[in-house]
């Protein structure tokens, strides 16, 4: 089973600072990496599929990069909407632990 | 709309089982790939089994194979997962999904609670 790990666990940033979130696969999963945000209480929401493919009315300051084994989850100015905690998934397999976006 | 409805939730002792069923409607679900994704209180998203559009493929988290099995009907957009020999870190929050490339649609969520 291939294990996905984000980093950092807790991600302090501004608004309208750039933020950059990692995962990292245990063996390549080649660009079958998914990126999603979750608000409290809220189901998640796709934001990224094919590790840099942006899933439908998701802003364009979202994007994502990668492939392998490393990946990058990229907000260029983050919102006040943007604070929430993000995971990343081997297509139709394991989730990271997560990165919590809170506001610095 | 696309809606996903799962039911089946409740409190239950370790070692019995429970059945989860999903309603979906507003798609296709005979050519969807579906998955079954949970979420412990607290914690993150833990991945549980998907299986393909015609039911033909299943794959499992190692956490939960052999005690969990997914399953399909077509013919009732429906979608299960009968869990057996349940266990305190079973306890969750248990979604219904969507999806072959990323998981593009969640349900609300029904709640497991494994406790004696």
């Known amino acids: 089973e291939i294990v996905m790990t984000q980093s950092p666990a807790t991600l302090s940033v501004s608004p309208g600072e750039r933020a950059t979130l990692s995962c990292r696969a245990s063996q390549s999963v080649s660009s079958n990496l998914a990126w999603y945000q979750q608000k409290p209480g809220q189901a998640p929401r796709l934001l990224i599929y094919?590790?840099?493919t942006r899933a439908t009315d998701v802003p364009a300051r979202f994007s994502g990069s990668g492939s392998g084994t490393e990946f990058t989850l990229t907000i260029s100015s983050l919102q006040s909407e943007d604070f929430a905690v993000y995971y990343c998934q081997q297509h139709n397999r394991a989730f990271g632990g997560g990165t919590k976006v809170e506001i610095k | 709309q696309v809606q996903l409805v799962e039911s089946g939730g409740g409190v239950v002792q370790p070692g019995r089982s429970l059945r989860l069923s999903c309603a979906a409607s507003?798609?296709?679900?005979?050519?969807?790939?579906m998955h079954w994704v949970r979420q412990a209180p607290g914690k993150g998203l833990e991945w549980v089994a998907v299986?393909?559009?015609?039911?033909?493929?299943?794959y499992y988290a190692d956490s939960v194979k052999g005690r969990f099995t997914i399953s399909r009907d077509n013919s009732q957009n429906t979608l299960f997962l009968q869990m057996n020999s349940l266990r305190g870190e079973d306890t969750a929050v248990y979604y219904c999904?969507?999806?072959?490339?990323?998981?593009?649609?969640w349900g609300q969520g029904t709640l497991v609670t494994v406790s004696s």
């Open positions: 299986i393909s559009y015609d039911g033909s493929n299943k």
């Open positions: 999904a969507r999806g072959n490339t990323g998981i593009d649609c």
């Open positions: 094919g590790a840099s």
């Open positions: 507003g798609f296709t679900f005979s050519s969807s790939t």
